[in-house]
């Protein structure tokens, strides 16, 4: 069964940075990625930076471009997001999720269901 275990998310002011963290397991399959959404309060999902397994191709969204890093540790199922520059719209819960997908497809569809407990960032102004 897949699982995640998100971390490290923390309560910073604008400006600020975090380093998350997100292990996963229960899934063998090949050339997937792994990526990471994120859920405002009172809004939908939005995937913010997904990265493929094979060759490390990274996909990020307008919101967070520039000022977000995904990287990863494939023999650890590891996946973590360098954020830098934090923006009180940053604020949310962020979840990880993997699809046997390029790193785009991953970010611009929304899984239906979240194998995690997620993060909680929150940025003040």
């Known amino acids: 069964q897949l699982q995640f275990v998100e971390s490290g998310g923390a309560s910073v002011q604008s400006g600020g940075s975090l380093r998350l963290s997100c292990v996963g397991s229960?899934?063998?399959?090949?050339?997937?990625?792994l990526g990471w959404f994120r859920q405002a309060p009172g809004k939908g999902h939005e995937g913010v930076a997904c990265?493929?397994?094979?060759?490390?191709?990274?996909y990020y969204s307008d919101s967070v471009k520039g000022r977000f890093t995904i990287s990863k540790d494939s023999a650890q199922k590891t996946v973590y997001l360098q954020m830098t520059d934090l923006l009180p719209e940053d604020t949310g819960v962020y979840y990880c999720?993997?699809?046997?997908?390029?790193?785009?497809?991953?970010?611009?569809?929304?899984?239906?269901?979240?194998w995690g407990q997620g993060t909680q960032v929150t940025v003040s102004s």
């Open positions: 229960g899934f063998t399959f090949p050339h997937y990625s």
């Open positions: 990265i493929f397994d094979t060759d490390s191709s990274t």
């Open positions: 999720a993997v699809r046997r997908a390029t790193a785009q497809d991953l970010c611009i569809t929304t899984p239906r269901y979240f």
